[in-house]
């Protein structure tokens, strides 16, 4: 059976995998085209500046205490025709029934997203003020000039509660499964913000430009995410920024759950540049920090396959649609896997040779470093997603799963740092994530939902592990043959 061109190209328009990826690619353009650039025409000790300065707002986002994830699987529970009663338990499996949306479950939690959210962000808007000028005070101190990298630095700052209150859009719309529709306007202003940004760097602007630059998109797609809410759900306009009880009972036990285990896992990750950046010469932290930067795009391009079915996902377990659900996140898994491993093993090969031929004054880390890297990532993925699934019950755990894992990674890595120098640093993650991690989040995944873990993991994860395991031996007997 063929299908006509007009007809796919609908599908891949409508389609929450595609125009995530087509999102995520032009994060990744973004890195081609206007990271270069900046490690061309900035010093060291810049470099070290604008990655921390996007550290730093990445960790921004992580600061909303785990309510994105939590108010976007309410609402896909709305979306499934669950009522507030039915939110309080979700671990029982449902009777199935034909989806039906709850709009008055709908009203009271947007009218508790929005309450929430304003005083979440003003709180951590606060803190990085404080603990992110804290940070920058090294760096900064090592450039010639440091007026202007502080001009930029309140700018960041001034405008992080726009940042903060984007997330109240954004996580209504992936509730509300309008991912697709999303995405597209992400693309066309994420090309707007690389097309800028390259002209910035182009006319011989600097870091304060940049920065100017980039934030004006920020705001711009704030305005962006609240229009296109309001026109797909209008009734949500009225809904007034107030705390519904019923709701807060539901949502506070796995929202702190949330949003400890996320402070504690990309929180401790990301962190750790910041640590790094005290403790080591620009030049190393400034490959370190690029490292950690592609490894984090590549982990967000290969979570689409699965991240974008999570309500769906959430709606099939309200309406108790259990073997439908399994074969979504199964499938989901094995992609994105398979993504995961194809796009480090290209970077392996790759990124040295590109670094070089571009004349950059920033290097790469080391192959065995990057590997392991690679490995803890992987493990960290496949946990992370049999985590989300387990979510799907409304019982978090990331609070001890990441929790516990945390506290592991950090005490590895300063044996291990001590001990064998900044190899130490992915070394210790992947023995965090693979001890405890994804054998607890696993162990949950399928008690909860009656799997047998090694015929689940057969067609998702092994074939993904065996390839990324045997071209590290090859790309490292290569390097010291």
């Known amino acids: 059976m063929t299908i006509s061109l007009p007809r796919f190209l609908a599908r891949l328009w409508h389609s929450p995998t595609f125009t995530t990826w087509g999102s995520l690619l032009t994060r990744l353009l973004s890195v081609v085209a206007v990271l270069p650039l900046v490690l061309v025409k900035f010093s060291a000790p810049e470099v070290v500046v604008w990655q921390l300065f996007a550290t730093l707002a990445s960790l921004l986002l992580l600061l909303d205490f785990g309510l994105a994830p939590t108010f976007a699987r309410l609402l896909s529970y709305a979306n499934g025709g669950a009522d507030i ?116 760097l182009t006319l011989h602007g600097g870091l304060l430009e940049l920065v100017i630059s980039n934030q004006a998109w920020l705001l711009f797609n704030v305005w962006r995410l609240r229009r296109l809410l309001f026109s797909t759900h209008p009734a949500l306009r009225e809904a007034p920024a107030q705390a519904q ?66 309500p769906v996902l959430a709606e099939l377990h309200a309406s108790g649609q259990r073997e439908l659900q399994l074969k979504l996140a199964r499938r989901g898994m094995g992609l994105s896997l398979w993504v995961y491993t194809l796009g480090v093993v290209t970077v392996m090969w790759c990124m040295p040779l590109v670094l070089q031929s571009i004349g950059s004054r920033v290097t790469f880390v080391s192959e065995l470093f990057w590997c392991v890297m690679s490995l803890a990532f992987f493990v960290e993925r496949l946990g992370a997603m049999h985590l989300q699934l387990y979510s799907m019950t409304n019982h978090v755990i990331w609070h001890i799963a990441n929790g516990v894992t945390g506290l592991l990674l950090l005490a590895l890595a300063v044996v291990f740092y001590a001990w064998l120098g900044s190899i130490g640093l992915p070394l210790a993650m992947l023995v965090a994530y693979a001890t405890f991690y994804c054998v607890y989040a696993m162990a949950h995944s399928s008690s909860a939902f009656d799997f047998n873990v090694f015929t689940f993991q057969k067609t998702t994860s092994l074939g993904p592990v065996l390839l990324l395991c045997g071209m590290s031996i090859l790309a490292i007997k290569l390097i010291h043959a």
């Open 85 to 200: 009663n039915e939110l309080k338990d979700m671990r029982q499996k449902r009777e199935r029934r034909d989806a039906l949306v709850n709009n008055e479950t709908l009203t009271q939690v947007f009218s508790t997203l929005r309450w929430l959210y304003m005083r979440c962000g003003l709180a951590t808007t606060a803190l990085l003020c404080v603990g992110g000028t804290w940070a920058l005070l090294q760096p900064m101190s090592q450039l010639s000039d440091a007026r202007h990298a502080w001009m930029a630095w309140l700018i960041v700052v001034a405008t992080s509660l726009a940042a903060v209150w984007g997330n109240v859009y954004g996580a209504a719309l992936q509730g509300l499964n309008q991912i697709a529709t999303m995405r597209r306007w992400e693309i066309a202003s994420s090309l707007g913000q690389i097309l800028s940004s390259f002209l910035v």
């Open 245 to 310: 009880p019923e709701i807060m009972a539901v949502l506070w036990p796995a929202a702190w759950r949330s949003g400890v285990g996320m402070l504690m896992s990309n929180g401790i990750i990301q962190l750790s540049g910041v640590f790094y950046s005290q403790l080591a010469p620009a030049a190393e932290v400034a490959a370190y920090l690029l490292a950690l930067r592609i490894m984090t795009v590549i982990a967000q391009f290969s979570s689409a396959p699965f991240y974008s079915k999570l």
